[in-house]
């Protein structure tokens, strides 16, 4: 009984993926460069990366200290990796008719810059879920443990952020120029310009305030001259 | 009849002459999509220089028809990092081009060239504007002369710095400078020259715990006299709480020394230390951050007048009212009692000092912040002679250059 439903379950999802035109790709995308240490995760095997290499879907890509890789997808979407980062690919379905695919990449670590093409496009981190169609951004997690954040600053038209978590409310369009951070259990925020290296702890951060110069004053007149 | 000749051979001379364009134009054409051709597949292989080299001649050879060509070689430049003739190429082609989705995609390109800055950790930020001082007179070493308070305008300047130093296994020091500078429209004497120094270290050793200790120097400067320099030690920790709460409680220990100066003739009476213990509870919720705070300290200066015991509190508020625009409010409440009666009073000093301020910030675009801001400070002494009233209105523009 059970077998039937999971065959009858496979059978439905199989359906709706052949009449949404989305397949899953055999080859999802390739690095094009890689510097230093970069490595290909496949299943339990690590092995170094090379360039022009294809990457499928559930494949990780991770770079080592001073090392940086570059994935061009096939819907023309480009994943920049920096240093000591870690992207899976997720879910990658590609539809030839229209061009277009929809993915989803794994930032477990480090920071990556995206630059979207042809796709409907997530990045899922350990706080939050990036959404984004023809942008471009830099997408980062910071901090540890309860202090974890994941932040990320626009170049081009909008990304949507929403915690990871569900059940936290809230959801948040960043547009060019903004740096936007999403706390561990919290909802996204858009960090005001000045505050762009807010300091981590509270785990949340308060915006800093320009009364501090004003402070100054104020601190050493406490019983004495002031300004 | 000769004329009739003639006519005929200039007619071939013409058709001769124009098959000969047409071909040589032709074969341009066909070279330059070839060399494109080829160029494409190198770059297909990996062989990033040698398709530029091809896409090159290609642009070279069919100059006119270069939207594809461009757009290519924009690629394969900011591919290799090369982003000056990445702009340059895919800027050519934005110009050219009717397709906004790769317009779109170009623009992505180019704002996105070169390696991501993995080192989020330094930042410049400057602040600059004008405040409006109700009372910038308040000398309480000599008896207020009340008519003798005065306001005035100053522009004001204020920078910041900092860096990570290290990050290392969850041990990071963070250096920090600041300068202000304030400049008077009217009483000069009071321009004020503040320096910052500010190292600390940071210990992520734990999801619950998070202490960090720092040190910083001050330096303070009025018009052409030194005023005060301070040694100040300081330790906080932060205890994360549930659904956005936490706790923190910070010790503070400074060193004071004063200058005296034809200004504040007496102003080294005041040199000692003085210790802080506070503790501050935060709220965060998806559109404001709330704190409580307490806090008490004991002031230890040379002449024992100038000794103090202090304690008090306050809440503050921070609310997003839209995506750009966010209003802070603050409000503190401190009583102040001095160890000695100063030299001129019958009883010992005691002050209750009210503060209040209230922010309005306004993010212009990605780099500048426009603020609106104000702060009342007042003072109610038993001695009538430090009673004040202070109003501060602030205009102020900030940018974040880095």
Same mark, same amino acid.
């Given at each position: ?88 690919? *997720? ?104 505050? *762009? ?6 785990? *949340? ?6 009364? *501090? ?15 | ?7 005929? @051979? ?21 070279? /330059? ?62 110009? /050219? ?165 034809? @200004? ?23 559109? /404001? /951050? ?101 109003? @501060? ?10």
């Amino acid at each position: 009984m059970k077998k039937n439903i999971l065959i009858i379950a496979v059978s439905i999802v199989s359906l709706l993926v052949i009449n949404s035109g989305y397949s899953y790709a055999a080859s999802a995308g390739k690095l094009l460069t890689v510097k230093n240490d970069v490595y290909i995760i496949r299943g339990d095997v690590k092995s170094d990366a090379q360039a022009q290499q294809s990457l499928i879907t559930s494949d990780a890509v991770e770079t080592g200290k001073k090392s940086r890789a570059k994935i061009l997808f096939k819907d023309d979407s480009l994943l920049n990796l920096s240093e000591l980062s870690r992207v899976e690919v *997720q879910e990658y379905l590609y539809d030839s008719g229209t061009d277009r695919s929809k993915s989803i990449y794994n930032l477990i670590d480090g920071s990556i810059r995206v630059v979207v093409g042809r796709s409907d496009l997530e990045i899922h981190t350990a706080t939050a879920v990036a959404a984004a169609r023809g942008t471009s951004f830099d997408i980062w997690s910071e901090g540890k443990g309860k202090n974890l954040r994941t932040c990320s600053k626009i170049f081009g038209g909008q990304v949507k952020f929403k915690n990871k978590d569900d059940k936290v409310k809230g959801s948040i369009t960043a547009k060019k120029g903004d740096t936007c951070c999403t706390p561990l259990g919290g909802s996204p925020r858009i960090i005001p310009p000045g505050t *762009q290296n807010p300091p981590i702890n509270p785990p *949340q951060t308060r915006p800093k305030s320009v009364l *501090q110069p004003i402070g100054i004053v104020l601190e050493i007149e406490e019983g004495g001259p002031t300004e | 009849m000769k004329d009739h000749v003639m006519s005929k @051979l200039f007619l071939l001379f013409l058709i001769v002459l124009t098959s000969f364009s047409l071909a040589t134009d032709l074969y341009a054409a066909d070279s /330059a999509g070839q060399y494109y051709a080829q160029g494409v597949d190198s770059a297909n292989k990996g062989d990033y220089e040698k398709a530029i080299s091809l896409l090159q001649r290609a642009l070279e050879l069919s100059p006119d028809d270069s939207d594809a060509i461009n757009f290519e070689l924009g690629r394969l430049y900011y591919i290799t990092d090369d982003c000056g003739m990445a702009d340059k190429h895919l800027s050519a082609f934005n110009s /050219a081009s009717d397709d906004e989705n790769l317009k779109h995609y170009a623009d992505g390109l180019m704002d996105t060239c070169g390696e991501i800055s993995s080192d989020k950790s330094q930042h410049i930020d400057i602040l600059t504007g004008l405040q409006y001082d109700t009372n910038v007179l308040v000398e309480p070493t000599n008896p207020i002369d009340k008519a003798g308070q005065k306001s005035d305008a100053k522009a004001v300047i204020y920078l910041t710095a900092g860096t990570e130093v290290f990050d290392v296994d969850g041990i990071s020091l963070t250096a920090d400078y600041s300068l202000y500078q304030s400049l008077h429209y009217r009483l000069n004497d009071y321009n004020m020259q503040h320096h910052q120094i500010k190292p600390v270290i940071n210990f992520d050793l734990s999801d619950s715990f998070m202490p960090s200790v720092g040190y910083s120097y001050e330096f303070t400067r009025l018009e052409y006299d030194n005023y005060s320099s301070v040694h100040n030690v300081f330790a906080n920790v932060v205890v994360p709480g549930s659904e956005g709460r936490s706790t923190e409680f910070n010790y503070e220990w400074r060193n004071k020394r004063y200058s005296d100066s034809d @200004l504040y003739p007496a102003n080294t009476e005041r040199d000692g230390y003085r210790q802080t213990f506070g503790a501050r509870y935060n709220i965060f919720t998806e559109e /404001a /951050a709330y704190g409580l705070f307490v806090k008490t300290a004991w002031d230890k200066a040379r002449k024992n007048y100038w000794s103090n015991h202090m304690y008090g509190g306050g809440a503050d508020l921070s609310y997003r009212i839209e995506d750009n625009l966010n209003l802070s409010v603050t409000t503190m409440l401190e009583n102040r009692r001095f160890d000695e009666n100063f030299p001129t009073a019958s009883h010992t000093r005691e002050d209750n000092l009210f503060g209040l301020s209230a922010e309005l910030t306004y993010m212009l675009n990605d780099m500048f912040t426009l603020t609106f801001a104000n702060a009342l400070t007042v003072n109610n002494s038993n001695l009538d002679d430090f009673t004040y009233k202070r109003n @501060l209105t602030s205009l102020f523009i900030s940018m974040g250059v880095l």
